[in-house]
Structure formats: structure tokens, C-alpha cells
């Protein structure tokens, strides 16, 4: 991994953060689990964002990137971090869908930024 991206986990989810930068994001993994549904469904969501695919209100995430870096290097191979934002805005969908687990991820980050 660079030693300018710093990785932590926490109940299974993989967080990056670029030190440079201060930029953040998760693998695409971790946000399924955030959303309560299956890692290709995700993949393809971000698919249909690179597409111009995605409800409309979403497309505007693509407009900087989807992605963290390029590649990550971890420990079992590479991964494409997502950022921040762009978890955001999925989760929020998916929490519109009806996705409780999506709708707990948002309620608890929710209560992080008021502190």
C-alpha cells in the first residue's frame, strides 16, 4: 500500500484516507455492508454512474471522480476505494429504497459530524 494512503477497518469495513490530501473514502465492499446489499450491486451502480446510468439526482457524484485512487494496494490484492461523498450519496439511496442497515449507517454518521 502507499504510504500516502492510510487504511483502517472497523467492524469489517476498509477505510482509506489520503494523507496528502485528507481525502477519504471505503472499499466498495465495506459500502455494501454499509447498505445491506451485494457487492455486485454495488459494482454496478458505480458502473451506471460512469455511464450517466444512474437516477438522475446521483449523476452529479461522477462529476469528480468516483474513486479515491486508481488502485490500492492491500494486503490480498488492489482495490478502488470510493469517496467519501460519492459513499454518501449511494448510501442515501439506498436508505430511500428502504435499506435499514443504509438508513443505520447514515444515522450513525450523522450523530459523528454534530460532535
Do not use: H
Amino acid at each position: 500500500m502507499s504510504d500516502d494512503i492510510l487504511r483502517q477497518e472497523i467492524d469489517g469495513i476498509e477505510y482509506f484516507t489520503v494523507v496528502s490530501t485528507g481525502e477519504s473514502g471505503m472499499s466498495q465492499r465495506g459500502l455494501s455492508r454499509l447498505c445491506g446489499v451485494r457487492l455486485s450491486t454495488v459494482q454496478n451502480m458505480l458502473e451506471n454512474l460512469t455511464e450517466n446510468k444512474a437516477p438522475l439526482w446521483l449523476q452529479n457524484l461522477a462529476e469528480g471522480g468516483l474513486y479515491l485512487t486508481d488502485k490500492t494496494s492491500v494486503k490480498g490484492g488492489e482495490i478502488k476505494a470510493i469517496k467519501a461523498n460519492v459513499c454518501w450519496g449511494i448510501l442515501r439511496y439506498y436508505e430511500r429504497k428502504g435499506k435499514l442497515e443504509a438508513a443505520k449507517a447514515l444515522d450513525a454518521i450523522g450523530a459523528i459530524a454534530v460532535w
